[in-house]
């Protein structure tokens, strides 16, 4: 029996190579094994091991590394120097978070060496990008685990703390206690500083008469929850509570505000720290924090090398509501105000040629479903928003995935998958591509993916010009055992999939998938809430690490990169030495992945137009807009005309 094989990729694109028939009968139905049990499993693996196969469809390999350096990794970004930071965190463990054992590792995939490197907060869903200079901004986390309904055994809510001093700010410890006008008292869990109030004079309505000073009190908002566990605690009514230890004027300046007291479900709460990760000292160096904290926050780099944050739960568990967006200045190691702009927590948030932001509308779970969820184009300089129309299962949008299609210069991004609102059970299969370069963007259908309804895909662009989506489920959290052990190859130019060789490791929620400077992905992660489909027995956090290396690893002898220079300008003609040059299609600009709950917005592809060649050489030329070219490393590939890649050159993009 010979099964119809899938196209590897769009004609002209890439060589085809020809299977014999024992390969061709497993690659079936998307990639699956065609024949079961203990003999079948034998034959496919001497099947998806044949270099035809490989040549055709790709190759995974599976590393587990030694206990003592496995991590929980929910955050990865690829590093100048080629390692790759995984941030755990607590791990969404709350026994790590209880313990302060918070984690970070450092794992070299071309040595397979590993290093935890210390980490001094709990960066467990924070928000991360790279600088200019190829430091790893990460910013946010976790500062409270949530307690969920039935659990919550002390009341709590949140206290506005209010100083009517103008003199001077106040700071109150974590553990301060606040008490109710009927002796009830609670008990903060961080530690809170107050703003001095303000003070206005306005001027007299007459010569020489009295003018009026108005005093308006700081305030600055702490969770806090009842000094002791009880139905007794609960306060459904709006009160002020004095401040322990206060007397005196004090005491009537500085006070608590609260507008209830509940044992309703508490969410996760978020952290003001941020840090800049040294890759030359493998270590976090702390900056300023940010005025608001967040848990789930978004981090997306300007063309001036500043960063956009916005979003995420504040530090009692409410999400932020979009006059709190910030933008923080590497140059100067400061924050600053952006303009007010409300999105659900983790939103798709992709810098354009333009200068604006596109809202893909894809996100990663906390907001209502009726607010924050059109995509669109923002500008930052007059806080205008261009809603983007035409997508399909628009409520289903929740832990999609997004991407900047390659080459960057077409403007066109791409929705794949996703679900709904919160727990829902619901998945897509639509995928959508708004085009950007025109006055008027819309979205126009894609393919649906071969897989179905998918949440949790990962998506990464590579050096061929097409894209790689691995992973996923159709349910919640990978809820009755519904991840996809499936992954496909997108082809912009077709507007079509192929399908790639299949994982073994499922991946969901917390998973996370990227390109290396080789070629090569690699794929981390997974946080299935069941191991089994009945969903009674937990799943515990997927630490395996898995590395594909596309079709085109297998095409013959890749082309080479022999010297180029460390840095580039935007603008400016680029020289660089390769012994292939006649064989050279395209060169090409990749930055470097900074990924977390399947939303990464800082890959990008941009297409360097070659300008001459001799034997031995390409000069091309870097575009001259940093918001196509936004400062920072990218990784150099040259692609010849098999689609098969250069091992990549880090260059620095200056402006």
């Given at each position: 029996m010979r099964i119809k094989r899938s196209r590897l990729a769009a004609p002209g694109r890439t060589k085809r190579f020809a299977l014999g028939s024992t390969v061709a009968l497993v690659v079936a139905s998307m990639n699956a094994p065609a024949?079961?049990?203990?003999?079948?499993?034998?034959?496919?693996?001497?099947?998806?091991?044949?270099?035809?196969?490989?040549?055709?469809?790709?190759?995974?390999?599976?590393?587990?590394?030694?206990?003592?350096?496995?991590?929980?990794?929910?955050?990865?970004?690829?590093?100048?120097?080629g390692k790759i930071l995984i941030i755990a965190g607590s791990g969404n463990d709350q026994s790590s978070f209880d313990a302060g054992t918070f984690k970070s590792l450092l794992?070299?995939?071309?040595?397979?060496?590993?290093?935890?490197?210390?980490?001094?907060k709990d960066m467990f869903c924070g928000g991360h990008t790279s600088l200019p200079d190829g430091?790893?901004?990460?910013?946010?986390?976790?500062?409270?685990?949530?307690?969920?309904?039935?659990?919550v055994k002390k009341a709590a809510g949140t206290m506005r703390v209010r100083n009517e001093n103008p003199d001077g700010p106040r700071t109150f410890p974590k553990g301060t206690t606040f008490t109710a006008p009927d002796g009830r008292a609670y008990v903060s869990t961080a530690e809170v500083t107050v703003p001095a109030a303000t003070k206005t004079v306005t001027p007299a309505s007459r010569p020489g008469g009295p003018g009026k000073v108005t005093v308006t009190a700081g305030e600055q908002h702490v969770f806090v929850e009842a000094a002791a566990e009880g139905k007794s605690y609960v306060n459904d009514?709006?009160?002020?509570?004095?401040?322990?230890?206060?007397?005196?004027?004090?005491?009537?300046?500085?006070?608590?505000?609260?507008?209830?007291?509940?044992?309703?479900?508490?969410?996760?709460?978020?952290?003001?720290?941020?840090?800049?990760?040294?890759?030359?000292?493998?270590?976090?160096?702390?900056?300023p924090d940010m005025a608001y904290a967040r848990w789930y926050p978004t981090l997306t780099g300007l063309g001036n090398g500043d960063v956009v944050t916005v979003s995420?739960?504040?530090?009692?568990?409410?999400?932020?509501?979009?006059?709190?967006?910030?933008?923080?200045?590497?140059?100067?190691?400061?924050?600053?105000?952006?303009?007010?702009?409300?999105?659900?927590t983790y939103p798709s948030l992709f810098?354009?040629?333009?200068?604006?932001?596109?809202?893909?509308?894809?996100?990663?779970?906390?907001?209502?479903?009726?607010?924050?969820?059109?995509?669109?184009?923002?500008?930052?300089?007059?806080?205008?928003f261009q809603a983007v129309q035409g997508l399909r299962d628009g409520d289903r949008l929740e832990t999609s995935s997004s991407v900047l299609l390659p080459p960057a210069q077409a403007q066109k991004v791409m929705v794949l998958g996703g679900g709904g609102v919160g727990e829902s059970p619901l998945s897509t299969a639509r995928t959508a591509v708004a085009d950007l370069s025109v006055a008027q963007p819309k979205f126009t259908a894609g393919p649906d993916l071969p897989a179905g309804g998918t949440r949790y895909l990962n998506s990464v662009i590579l050096p061929d010009d097409t894209v790689f989506t691995t992973g996923g489920s159709s349910d919640y959290r990978g809820k009755h055992r519904s991840d996809l052990l499936k992954a496909q190859t997108y082809h912009p130019d077709s507007n079509s999939f192929t399908v790639a060789?299949?994982?073994?490791?499922?991946?969901?929620?917390?998973?996370?998938?990227?390109?290396?400077?080789?070629?090569?992905?690699?794929?981390?992660?997974?946080?299935p809430l069941f191991a089994d489909k009945a969903d009674t027995e937990p799943a515990s956090f997927e630490q395996r690490i898995e590395i594909y290396s596309p079709a085109y690893l297998y095409h013959g002898t890749r082309p080479e990169l022999t010297a180029a220079p460390g840095a580039v300008q935007l603008g400016?003609?680029?020289?660089?030495?390769?012994?292939?040059?006649?064989?050279?299609?395209?060169?090409?600009?990749?930055?470097?992945?900074?990924?977390?709950?399947?939303?990464?917005?800082?890959?990008?592809?941009?297409?360097?137009?070659?300008?001459?060649?001799?034997?031995?050489?390409?000069?091309?030329?870097?575009?001259?807009?940093?918001?196509?070219?936004?400062?920072?490393?990218?990784?150099?590939?040259?692609t010849d005309h098999n689609g098969t890649p250069s091992k990549a050159s880090w260059v620095q993009v200056k402006p």
């Open positions: 024949v079961l049990g203990f003999a079948g499993d034998q034959y496919h693996h001497y099947v998806i091991n044949q270099p035809g196969y490989k040549a055709e469809f790709g190759h995974w390999q599976t590393l587990v590394l030694p206990t003592a350096f496995r991590v929980n990794a929910i955050h990865a970004t690829l590093l100048r120097t794992f070299d995939p071309v040595r397979n060496s590993y290093k935890l490197v210390p980490t001094p430091r790893v901004l990460v910013a946010g986390g976790t500062l409270r685990y949530e307690q969920l309904d039935g659990a009514q709006p009160a002020q509570y004095a401040i322990k230890g206060l007397t005196g004027v004090d005491a009537d300046n500085l006070y608590g505000m609260a507008d209830r007291m509940s044992l309703d479900k508490q969410d996760f709460q978020g952290i003001r720290s941020a840090y800049e990760f040294n890759p030359d000292t493998e270590t976090y160096e702390q900056v995420g739960l504040d530090d009692t568990g409410q999400i932020l509501s979009g006059n709190d967006n910030e933008v923080y200045h590497p140059a100067t190691k400061t924050w600053s105000k952006a303009p007010d702009r409300y999105f659900p810098l354009t040629a333009a200068g604006k932001l596109f809202y893909s509308g894809s996100n990663a779970g906390y907001g209502p479903a009726d607010r924050g969820r059109t995509p669109g184009l923002w500008d930052l300089r007059d806080n205008s060789a299949a994982p073994t490791v499922g991946r969901d929620y917390h998973s996370e998938a990227l390109l290396l400077p080789d070629g090569r992905v690699v794929v981390l992660g997974s946080n400016n003609a680029v020289t660089v030495a390769t012994p292939d040059s006649a064989a050279i299609a395209t060169a090409k600009l990749i930055r470097p992945s900074s990924v977390t709950h399947a939303t990464d917005v800082e890959q990008r592809s941009v297409a360097l137009p070659i300008t001459a060649r001799t034997d031995g050489g390409l000069t091309f030329t870097v575009p001259g807009n940093p918001n196509l070219v936004p400062p920072g490393w990218y990784m150099l590939f040259l």
